[in-house]
């Protein structure tokens, strides 16, 4: 049986029986499209001839083709395991050879997040300098307000914004709805983003399922283009290092936590489904925590 049929079929279980999102669904057919290069190079034509040798092979293939660091290797092992697996339970195999290859170890970098002074630049910039100033300055302060994911913020719509309780209904991985609470500095910026300058980009679309941020062309954000927005800003701020929207995601964590937030209501704000994941926060908090212990502790 073809292997791209395969592909294709297991691409369809994620997307619809496990209601992974187009994106995650997408990364996983682009680590086996590498996978499937891999087999054609060495005339493996069946998965079945698969084996531990075989599977180390593919690994140094993807360090010296694609220059994969062990985190990536070890996203497209994942990867294979989890398309082994779903080839298990369809009957087109009865082992999964990719359990046996032990994932790479590497330390786990530390978030990185911005400092209150870069904060303070982003949050303050004059964004009524350029047409668009006020949508990206919406799109700033959302993200640190709700410490949402980039692909949460641009699938977002205006109904999914209750300005009267000042909740948002995000939609995260897996298709698995969460409420986070949106500040009065950033409600009121996206409510007057959402009056005066996105009827100017598509008029009389202001309506619940409309998208709610738009390119000047009026068509929707993607992934990319907040990442570049937010960038830009960065740049302009005068702040040297990269900034993602990621970083504003990490800055919100860190904020919460060092103001004294709770490590679960923190979990759920973020949308973790495992607790592991928020504890790396706590890594970067810890001069705060120095600080405390010198102030508090009588033996210090």
Same mark, same amino acid.
């Given at each position: 049986?073809? *292997? ?15 209601? %992974?999102?187009? =994106? ?7 680590? /086996?499209? +590498?996978?499937?290069? %891999?087999?054609?190079?060495?005339? *493996? ?18 360090? !010296?083709?694609? @220059? ?14 989890? %398309?082994?697996?779903? /080839? !298990?339970?369809?009957?087109? +195999? ?20 911005? /400092? ?20 990206? +300055? ?6 640190? &307000? ?17 300005? =009267? ?17 949106? @500040?009065?500095? &950033?409600?009121?910026? #996206?409510?007057?983003?959402?009056? =005066? ?9 202001? =309506?619940?399922? $409309? ?6 062309? @009026? ?14 800003? &960065?740049?302009?701020? @005068? ?21 004294? &937030?709770? /490590?679960? $209501? #923190? !979990? ?26 010198? +102030? ?5």
């Amino acid at each position: 049986m073809d *292997i791209e049929f395969l592909i294709n079929n297991f691409i369809v279980h994620l997307t619809f029986q496990k209601n %992974f999102s187009p =994106h995650t669904a997408e990364a996983y057919r682009r680590d /086996l499209a +590498q996978f499937k290069e %891999f087999l054609s190079i060495n005339d *493996i034509s069946w998965v079945s001839d698969m084996d531990n040798i075989t599977g180390r092979k593919f690994i140094i293939f993807l360090e !010296q083709k694609y @220059g994969n660091n062990h985190r990536s290797i070890n996203r497209k092992i994942s990867t294979l395991r989890s %398309f082994w697996k779903f /080839l !298990q339970y369809s009957g087109h +195999q009865k082992s999964n050879p990719w359990k046996k290859i032990s994932l790479a170890k590497f330390l786990h970098k530390l978030p990185s997040h911005l /400092l209150p002074e870069e904060l303070e630049k982003m949050l303050s910039y004059d964004f009524s300098t350029y047409k668009l100033g006020l949508r990206d +300055q919406a799109i700033v302060e959302l993200l640190f &307000a709700t410490g949402i994911r980039v692909s949460e913020l641009f699938t977002l719509k205006i109904g999914d914004i209750d300005f =009267h309780k000042n909740e948002v209904l995000v939609t995260g991985k897996g298709s698995k709805e969460r409420i986070v609470i949106i @500040g009065k500095k &950033a409600k009121k910026i #996206v409510m007057d983003y959402i009056n =005066h300058v996105r009827p100017e980009l598509v008029p009389k679309l202001n =309506h619940r399922n $409309a998208t709610l941020f738009l390119s000047y062309k @009026g068509t929707n954000l993607t992934q990319r283009s907040v990442q570049r927005i937010i960038k830009d800003i &960065a740049l302009k701020c @005068g702040i040297s290092k990269l900034i993602t929207p990621h970083t504003l995601r990490h800055t919100f964590a860190t904020e919460l936590l060092d103001g004294g &937030a709770d /490590l679960r $209501a #923190v !979990q759920e704000l973020l949308g973790h489904s495992s607790l592991s994941t928020t504890q790396i926060y706590t890594h970067v908090t810890k001069d705060k925590l120095r600080k405390v212990y010198l +102030q508090a502790h009588p033996r210090a």
